[in-house]
């Protein structure tokens, strides 16, 4: 699921933004809490030391409405005492704050163990001692004066109004986790995460008909510097309209949007019916986030995500069986906290645990799931796969999504080849509206892009576009799958889950891929 | 403690205006506590507190405006936070829509604290959460659920001399029952100030009736129904809303509310003249801050009266563009509703579909407000005035504002999440697919 921007932290000067927490200083506050809880009668502790960095440069048309940079800093102490969990987050970090909140922790994890049905069981995990990572980026987005940004962000306003847009709202959001986890298993672990995410919203009005039509970016958020807006022509994809993979090139998106919101006024709607579709990984990542990333989540296929995000058609004996056909035999997907690039790239998750690859779907059968260290045991793992994850401080870890991607096809092929072959289809560049079941059986997609293909051709551009399928009957119906070459990463700065909400950056890659007979409605109604 | 009292609030941000040297000044002081603890598979999962405050300076000279932010509260580190925010605003790009400060205002007494709400700690957490799981237990089902209270202040100073304070108090319980089968599933929540009216152990018996209730459920035909909606279902279609209700969307031709040629669709008639719909800071049952974020008061506001579209939502910016008065946003809606129970909906419906929740419900078309959207957790056929059995899941494929046009009839609001909603009668309501989902 996702949520709405949301704004949090307080807000802080860009110098100060730059100026990272001293490495020794999070130690000491971490040894602090990891003594406390001890002394407390805490069995195991975790400390997560973060600064969490935003920064929003918000325009709409010709203004600049917004600059923000916020900061949240705070400590967050998870203990297992008496067998069950606890949790206390404070933003006070002088000794005798951290001391309390600690006991804090244990005092939950005390009152709570009397309505705990087993102990927590964790999977065990070596401590790495003292080690960092870094996100491989090239250039600090933070560092970029603020002016270049807010330039970028009014041209690219005046590109799209320029050419036909009669309003266009336009954001760069950037973020930098600057995080510290230590734990009584003996890790002191540094990390420093980027993300940015350039994304505009086109609006084209016809005020006499009294009819609209809106164009969102085809950008991805990524897990890079601000080298993502540097784009070169490698980066870019020349189909029906121009795609974007490493760079982004925002202008012309921009112009390309605002032409593309007008011929939308004027564009067919669609006719209900079954259709081949050819789907674009800026629009193929969110169907993969939906239909393969949560209901292959541990802890909803378990029930730990009942009663909010749901549970999953995805059970223990589905996977047991060794042989539940969740797609055709081209499907392959795997999860990974890996990627360059990617938004859940990482080198250890929230509770210490290193990053890795691993398969989830092979040849087209259920092989594994996304734990962490309290659910490895109930898949017979006897470590985690590092999918722990906080949105901040205050929040406590639990299992999130690592990026879950679409492998590419063995066999060369590309997306007009693809299309080459297509009788009757819509090909779908870009994500739209989007809903599916609490067990991921039944879902819905929208786009941002809809392209009528009549016998191998492109034909037009059609509108009120939505597919509506079950998601194995609709994963069995991929018969293709475009090569290496064309492997793209989508994804989303907020997926929520859990109770507090949270939120979580992933990436889900894939290459352009075919799926016959998918059921198409119409979505056009009048008040 | 981070909540702070309106004496020493008002100490704390009258410091910080005198180190002010800008055009004008605003200082906005919050603080929050809050505490949760969540269950699942009939055991305790995650639970924890969290406390924070802080206070952002607004400074302006001019129309260049700089917000810095701070969570420490000794004399050097507020006039550090003021002379940030100027520095900010010196650098900053003139904001042309920038409205100057307002003078002081009169806000009515509020009335969103209860202090048996503020004072909830871990043990009455848990107890209340005991009572839902013994519920689950006692039945031989499964439940899920999250109870969380919070506690928090917000106030307003600036340098023309407004002055606001309001503390605040909620507490929020919501369980997902399942049979250990996974065939039935029923659920419940509420949201209130007082925890006194919270009671976990009737809202978890609810939720098992539903589970059983709902298990081994039918399969029919989607198409057009009548559907009953319960509060909570009703209120998850017309909370997608309010957002419609932004003149400055409807005026620039890109909401719901836009008029076909120009111009909004304030005082047309745009829904059956059952539909009447306030929102009211001093409501017992659905009470909010008695001032806006921007400083305004906040009042009763009728926004639809007999299906008439009465107010939009007018920032002051906009209101200064077009003539008129400012008017906050459309805040915890309260729908009119009627006398019956659901139980004499249902009495008086000769074919329909009773709804307890819908899920992931998203807009499809912003232009007619098409939602897309599951039943969940206990969907029923009704049969010659009864509940006939269990049905399974449907995806929908719906406009709010078509569905408010064919109601058929409203039944006794009450308040679920941050609305007070009736069980609502619709006619012709488009489900589009099944679901396997349970």
Redesign the interface.
Known sequence: ?FQSIPVFG????IEESLTPVDTALKKKMADVALNAARSRGATYTDVRIGRYLNQYVVTRDK???N??N?ESY?MGIRVIANG????????KLDDDSIAKTAA??V??AK??S?????PVKLAPQKGYGEVSWKAPIQKNAFEVP?KEK?DLLLSVNNAALSNGA??MNSILFLVNEQKYFASTDGSYIDQDIHRIWPVFFV?K?D??????E?RQSLSAPMGMGYEYLQSNPKDQINSVTTLYNRGYDMVADAKAAAKQSVEKLTAKSVEPGKYDLILDPSHLWLTIHESCGHPTELDRV???????A??S?L?LDKWESKKFNYGSKLVNIFADKTQVGSLGAVGYDDEGVKCKEWNIIQDGILVNYQAIRDQAHIIGLNESQGCCYADNW?S?Q?QRMPNISLKPGKQKLSPDDMIKNVEKGIYIIGDG??????????F?F?GQLFYEIKNGKIVGMMK?V?Y?A?TQEFWNACTAIADEKDYRLGGSYFDGKG??GQVSAVSHGSSTSRFNGV?V?N????? | MSIISKEEAQAIMKKVLSYSKADECTINFSGSEDGNIRYARNSVSTAGEQRQTSLGVSSAFGKKVGIATINEYDDASLEKVVRRSEELANISPESPEYMPVLGPQTYAESITFNAATAALNPDNRAESVGKSLKVAKDAGLEAAGFLENSTGFNAMLNSKGLFAYNKSTDVSFSVTIRNKEGTGSGYASKSYNDTAKMDTLALSRQAAAKANGSAAAKAIEPGKYTVILEPLAASDLISTMFGGFDARSADEGRSYMSKKGGGTRLGEKLFDEKVTMYSDPLNPDLPFSTFAGDGQPQKKTVWVENGVVKKLAYSRYWAQQKGVEPQPSANRIIMEGGKSSIEEMIKGTEKGILVTRFWYIRFVDPQTLLLTGLTRDGTFYIENGKIAFPIKNFRFNESPVIMLNNLEELGKAERVGNLIMPPMKIRDFTFTSLSDAV
């Open positions: 699921m307080r807000e802080i000067s203004n600049v409405e600059i923000v916020t705070g069950s969990w606890g949790y206390a987050a404070t933003d804090l922790a005092q939950i009152e709570n009397r309505l705990l049905t087993e603020i807010a009669n309003y609006t009005v005020e006499k008909s009294g009819k609209f809106t378990l029930g730990y995500e009942a009663n909010y749901g549970t058609f059970t205050s406590v639990f509206s989007f809903s599916i079941d609490q067990q991921r059986y039944n819905q929208g009120d939505a509506q079950n109770q507090p059921n409605i979505t056009a109604r009048k008040l």
